[in-house]
């Protein structure tokens, strides 16, 4: 038999530390996470707060305890089914390209880029949508600034793969995002197309996000404006299915 393998501690004590969340319902405190680990609560303090800032757990505003983040959720995501996300969203994406005629995207954060789950043209004849574009970069787009504006770590993650992809345009684009609620993209990313993104949330965090676009000249940002309040009414009424 060969010598079994050095364990690197501080990983081992982050993974023990993800599963008692997980143990726990997906969400635990401080001491509860200590008591249960046998670890002191400085350690595990230090472990959460860079578990916090690469997106692995989140704290929610007015909540002490540490949620599994999306980082996690989305892994599973990826390792899972995205079947089942498509067919919960499709009802939302049918009544937005309804309401606005105009082409309708489902998009998730895939490690550092934005992967599309489906896409809805009400103007496609029958039975011949388009093709889903697979994946595209996150800073720009409007689905992207959404991912950036509300994922934790996901802008670290982008930055450790395109050095200086956030400039401070980009990062005052984010900023605004989180302010309003929606990203907006005024000919930003494609010359000619303009586009307006939503986000989902399950649980409080969000994990899709949706989008409207088309020829700039047919939605111009008031327009792009008032489809975003449209888009989130939809959004809101897909709920999160019961275990």
Known sequence: MGKPP??????????AILEII????????LQ???????????????????????????????D???YLGGRILNLARIAGDDNALRERMRPALEAIARDSGCIVWLAVPGGDEATYLDILDPAAPDGQMPRVHPREKLEGSAV???????????GKRVLSTRANALDTGILARIEAVRLRGYALDIEAY?????????PWRENGEVRASVCVGGPAADLP???????????????????????
């Open 6 to 15: 050095r364990l690197i501690q501080s990983i081992e004590r982050s993974a």
């Open 22 to 29: 997980a143990q726990e319902g997906g969400r635990a405190r």
């Open 32 to 62: 509860q996470i200590a008591g249960i680990s046998g670890l002191g609560k400085t350690t595990v303090h230090n472990i959460l707060q860079t578990l916090d800032q690469l997106g692995y757990v989140q704290r929610r505003p007015g």
């Open 64 to 66: 002490v305890r540490y």
């Open 144 to 154: 992207g600034l959404v991912f950036l504006a509300f994922v934790p770590g996901l």
């Open 190 to 198: 494609r010359p000619g197309f303009s586009a307006v993104a939503v």
């Open 221 to 243: 940002q008031h327009r792009l404006i008032r489809l975003s309040w449209m888009m989130m009414r939809h959004v809101e009424r897909v709920t999160v299915p019961l275990m």
